[in-house]
């Protein structure tokens, strides 16, 4: 079984430019003050709040005042996450820049927010500063994509053989067996016609189907393609 640990990141900053992030993104980045240690205090204990209050309206049945109470915490929980997530935002490229090459920049910074997500939702006091935490929780977001896809490309599409002869008319063999959707997200998704590799958010735009659509499309044409390529062994090796 092939190990699914994800590459190590390149040390020093990369040297090729940067794709440049979202309009939005930048502009969320860019407009967004960043928080004193009070404030972030304060937004961490809002979010905390929240979170019980969420678990006690799932768990116990209460009296319309104390659920309207409940549900207003809730909510300021959420508006909290918000803004925790806006002020931190900053993070994610420069964790991201450091895995251009594994996958499409896009990607890498749509995982990367996840993370920050992630960690936004599951911080408590005793693990350090907040933005130790979520620094390790953007890279490690991170890194798992970079290790889930290239693990699951490389068993059909390492980077090396492609441009031989012989990788490509088995390539085109193998897609043959797709149906067009499969054929066509694969084909945008590693460059196979064009050699540039799209983000499932631009192939979700391009083909009119949700992200998610997209991931699940790609995760059964990959496997259908490693059906394919397992027999040969070496070639694709």
């Known amino acids: 079984m092939r190990s699914t640990r994800a590459p190590r990141s390149p040390r020093g900053s990369h040297s090729s430019p940067l794709p440049a992030l979202p309009r939005e993104y930048a502009t969320a980045i860019a407009h967004t003050p960043p928080l004193t240690s009070a404030e972030e205090s304060l937004l961490l204990a809002r979010v905390t709040t929240g979170t019980a209050a969420a678990r006690t309206l799932a768990a116990v049945?209460?009296?319309?005042?104390?659920?309207?109470?409940?549900?207003?915490?809730?909510?300021?929980?959420?508006?909290?996450?918000?803004?925790?997530?806006?002020?931190?935002?900053?993070?994610?490229?420069?964790?991201?820049?450091?895995?251009?090459?594994?996958?499409?920049?896009?990607?890498?910074?749509?995982?990367?927010?996840?993370?920050?997500?992630?960690?936004?939702?599951?911080?408590?006091?005793?693990?350090?500063?907040?933005s130790g935490y979520a620094r390790r929780w953007v890279r490690r977001s991170v890194a798992r994509a970079v290790a889930a896809s290239g693990t699951a490309a490389s068993t059909w599409a390492p980077e090396a053989p492609l441009g031989t002869p012989v990788a490509l008319g088995r390539i085109r063999q193998a897609?043959?067996?797709?149906?067009?959707?499969?054929?066509?997200?694969?084909?945008?998704?590693?460059?196979?016609?064009?050699?540039?590799?799209?983000?499932?958010?631009?192939?979700?735009?391009?083909?009119?189907?949700?992200?998610?659509?997209?991931?699940?499309?790609?995760?059964?044409?990959?496997?259908?393609?490693?059906?394919?390529?397992?027999?040969?062994?070496?070639?694709?090796?």
Do not use: C
């Open 61 to 130: 049945a209460v009296t319309p005042a104390l659920r309207a109470r409940l549900e207003a915490d809730v909510a300021d929980a959420r508006a909290a996450k918000e803004r925790l997530v806006l002020a931190n935002l900053h993070l994610v490229p420069a964790v991201a820049k450091s895995w251009v090459g594994h996958l499409p920049y896009a990607d890498l910074v749509q995982e990367g927010s996840l993370g920050l997500v992630r960690a936004v939702e599951s911080y408590s006091p005793e693990r350090g500063s907040f």
């Open 175 to 237: 897609l043959s067996h797709l149906d067009a959707l499969e054929a066509r997200v694969l084909e945008l998704r590693f460059g196979l016609v064009d050699g540039m590799s799209r983000s499932l958010d631009e192939i979700s735009r391009r083909l009119g189907v949700t992200r998610e659509r997209v991931s699940q499309i790609l995760e059964g044409a990959l496997a259908h393609m490693r059906q394919v390529f397992e027999p040969a062994g070496s070639v694709m090796a």
